[in-house]
């Protein structure tokens, strides 16, 4: 015979524990950017995840410290000859390392650029972190510097090593060698810069305004690359028509390369599209600080729309 209601009722138990106020240190609005930027940073490198979520990011990591491991090999295997002297010239250094990693590097731009802001509107959390003290504007602010502490790490850190290692493989002394080449200390941080403002730009523009994580890193993928043979393809076909030169800056990859030339003091860049049109390394900072802004824009536009 079953039990009846009055049973379970007789044996119920209730227990009044009360209210407890939150006695901890309020961090207030510093303290919420600050979370979301560590969050952003784990939910990026897939840690307190699920070993699939690690597997990319980590992936490229390895690749980009890989490069560094084997440019410092050829390095070294090129004293060993007699040529070394011109051997070593033709060896990737700092500005040639972001060529060098573009595509890797571009990759990882868009993985985590899709990573930040994608899940937050899909899991439907948006409200919770809009809620006081926080803001449209400081959600996207800890987004962004998550995305910052990401991509400069990943630009800088195998700077760093490539760095060191070729100051111990120099014939002058590892101290010597960093003494004569501190420009490298500002010129490569401006020069990675340059491309995080750039990647941050599109890929958090196209994250925006696509609600899954793989079409939104394709199409950053696609646009990017895509506007560079759209340029291309006017550059050479086009050349007589009227304003056709103005289509090379839509050749969103190739500012920054044209940029990091500016800053290491190449002024031998002809290979660029918009150097090709007659434009020069300030039109091309110009291209990218405009596309920041409209980016900035259009994004702060869309998660006020969403709140």
């Known amino acids: ?155 800088l850190v195998p700077q760093v090593l490539l760095h060191l290692g070729l100051a111990a493989l120099s014939r002058e002394g590892f101290l010597s060698y960093l003494g004569r080449t501190t420009d490298i200390l500002w010129q490569v941080p401006l020069a990675a810069l340059a491309y995080f403002v750039l990647h941050a730009s599109l890929s958090f523009l196209t994250a925006s305004f696509i609600n899954r994580v793989g079409a939104a890193a394709a199409a950053f993928l696609i646009g990017s690359l895509g506007l560079n043979l759209v340029a291309l393809f006017f550059q050479e076909a086009a050349d007589d028509t009227p304003g056709s030169r103005w289509v090379a800056l839509l050749a969103t990859e190739q500012h920054p390369r044209y940029v990091s030339d500016w800053i290491f003091g190449v002024h031998e860049s002809a290979e660029w599209i918009p150097a090709q049109a007659g434009f020069g390394p300030g039109i091309s900072l110009a291209v990218i600080v405009g596309l920041a802004v409209v980016s900035a824009a259009l994004v702060g536009w869309r998660y006020r729309r969403l709140t």
Do not use: C
């Open 1 to 155: 015979m079953a039990d009846s209601p009055e049973t379970y009722r007789d044996e119920a138990i209730i227990v009044d524990r009360g209210y407890r106020h939150y006695d901890g240190t309020r961090t207030g609005r510093r303290g919420a950017v600050r979370a979301i930027v560590r969050e952003g940073f784990r939910r990026v490198m897939g840690l307190r995840r699920k070993a699939k979520r690690k597997l990319l990011p980590w992936t490229l990591i390895v690749v980009a410290l890989s490069s560094v491991v084997i440019l410092v090999a050829i390095t070294w295997a090129t004293t060993q000859t007699p040529a070394s002297d011109e051997l070593a010239d033709l060896v990737p250094r700092y500005r040639g390392y972001f060529d060098f990693i573009s595509v890797v590097a571009l990759l990882f731009a868009a993985y985590a650029g899709a990573q930040l802001l994608i899940p937050d509107r899909a899991d439907g959390v948006l409200n919770v972190y809009f809620s006081r003290p926080l803001a449209v504007r400081h959600y996207l602010i800890g987004k962004a510097l998550a995305y910052a502490t990401v991509i400069l790490s990943f630009w």
